[in-house]
Antibody, heavy 126, light 110 residues
């Protein structure tokens, strides 16, 4: 069974770069899409971006100028970098696998996030 | 950009009652792109429903999803104590490829 584990510093200073890694275990990172999602304290979920195992990416337009997601297939990991952080970036950060699954009968595709990491809290403070 | 609006914000019900949660999109959404998640305090979201109406693996049949176009519904037929949580709808937008979440509905014990 595939499991995801986020890791990285829990405290980042304002204006610095937040860096997190998600390690995939119990399965291969290949042939799937992988996402980062965050949740500020007491608030809802915000999608940050995704990467395909081949390296192609797409980001939330509201964060695009500050976000970089990369993948290391040899380590079965993918990573998030968010630059120029402020207190508004304080959140629980989740990594997740998203599936693009074809319905073989009707020929359309389902999209959903089926496996999530437990999340890691990142606080931006001096 | 498609906006998902969930209602009500909070639903106060007793165990055994039926819960009906709404997710309305600002423009038409493909049903195959609509999913529902459950989140309990201190936990990651858990996939309940994908394709608007298909239950994920291991999800009890008291959870059901329906809807099309701009209006989608998550129904919990009889609330169990473990169902009290926050529920989010989510849609995948293909042009450009993006993901959007609703703001969530909290189902609390009355």
């Amino acid at each position: 069974q595939v499991q995801l584990q986020e890791s990285g510093p829990g405290l980042v200073k304002p204006s610095e770069t937040l860096s997190l890694t998600c390690t995939v275990s119990g399965g291969s990172i290949s042939s799937y899409y992988w996402s980062w999602i965050r949740q500020p304290p007491g608030k809802g979920l915000e999608w940050i971006g995704y990467i395909y195992y081949s390296g192609s990416t797409n980001y939330n337009p509201s964060l695009k100028s500050r976000v970089t997601i990369s993948v290391d297939t040899s380590k079965n990991q993918f990573s998030l970098k968010l630059s120029s952080v402020t207190a508004a970036d304080t959140a629980v950060y989740y990594c997740a696998r998203y599936l693009r699954e074809e319905d073989l009968i009707y020929g359309y595709y389902y999209y959903y996030m089926d496996v999530w990491g437990k999340g890691t809290t990142v606080t931006v403070s001096s | 950009e498609i906006v998902l609006t969930q209602s009500p914000g909070t639903l106060s019900l007793s165990p055994g009652e039926r819960a009906t949660l709404s997710c309305r999109a600002s423009q038409s959404v493909s049903s195959s792109y609509l999913a529902w998640y459950q989140q309990k305090p201190g936990q990651a979201p858990r996939l309940l429903i994908y394709g608007a109406s298909s239950r994920a693996t291991g999800i009890p049949d008291r959870f059901s999803g329906s809807g099309s176009g701009t209006d989608f519904t998550l129904t919990i037929s009889r609330l169990e104590p473990e169902d009290f949580a926050v529920y989010y709808c989510q849609q995948y937008g293909s042009s450009p490829p993006t993901w959007t979440f609703g703001q969530g509905t909290k189902v609390e014990i009355k």
